[in-house]
Each structure stands twice: as C-alpha cells, then as structure tokens.
C-alpha cells in the first residue's frame, strides 16, 4: 500500500472525516494511486466511517465539502442514507460554515440513478459574498 492509500486509512481509522475529506480533495487522480486501493478505501472503508459521523458528530466544514466532492463527481457515493444523510445535514451546515448564507438548491439528487449524482454549477441565492467559494 502506498504513503497515499495509507493516509487515507488512518484518517478513516482515526475518525478524522475532515483529515480525509483534505487529503482526497489533493489527490490527483491516477498520480500514484492504484485505483483498486483508492476503491476499497472510498468504496468500502469510507461509508462505514460516513455512516457513524451522519448520526451527529460531522462538523459543517466537512459537510459542505463532502456535498462538494459528491456533486461534482470527485467522490462516489453509491448509498442513498448516506446521500440522504448529506442532503440532511446541507443547509444547517452551509449557514454555519458560510455565516448564515442559505444553502444552494443543488442538493444531491437522489433521483438521478447509482450514486445520485447530478453536476452543474453551484450557487447561494442570497448574494454575491455568498458564492459557493472554497474555504
């Protein structure tokens, strides 16, 4: 297993959503990953940590950059609880993470078939210093 792959595990290991969620979103796809271990770790690995944090401990930071990464395709997510849990959790954790702008209305689309995922631009409708920006 690779450096890469493995602190990706330990992330998970640890329970550090937000630790993984920071990694993965650095990757660049196919560098020096074996997409086989990249699998097993976002696949199977992944889910079963996601589902103990959707029960109350994923903080708004890591929510709204879990939607990100699920919404523009970076990361699969195949369970619709855990689309639904995202989905759940979106507008509280956009207004704190983005100082009480209302979420967009790009939610992950449980209706779009395997992984739910529907692509398209983001937006807030309250104003210009609400644009979905990283951070």
């Not at 493995?6 to 640890?14: D, S």
């Not at 100082?99 to 078939?113: F, I, K, Q």
Request: glycine share 10%; hydrophobic share 40%.
């Amino acid at each position: 297993m690779n450096a890469t792959i493995e602190n990706l595990r330990i992330f998970l290991e640890e329970r550090d959503i937000g630790g993984f969620l920071a990694a993965y979103e650095t990757m660049v796809p196919g560098a020096d990953v074996l997409s086989s271990q990249l699998t097993k770790i976002t696949q199977q690995i992944f889910p079963t940590v996601l589902h103990e944090k959707l029960k109350g401990a994923l903080v708004a930071g890591d929510t709204v950059r879990l939607w990100r990464l699920v919404r523009c395709g970076r990361l699969l997510v195949v369970d619709n609880d855990l689309l639904e849990g995202i989905n759940a959790l979106l507008d509280a954790a956009w207004r704190e993470s983005r100082t009480g702008c209302p979420a967009p209305h790009e939610v992950v689309d449980l209706s779009r078939g395997a992984g739910g995922i529907s692509t398209g631009p983001t937006f807030c409708k309250a104003s210009s210093s609400c644009r979905d920006q990283p951070g």
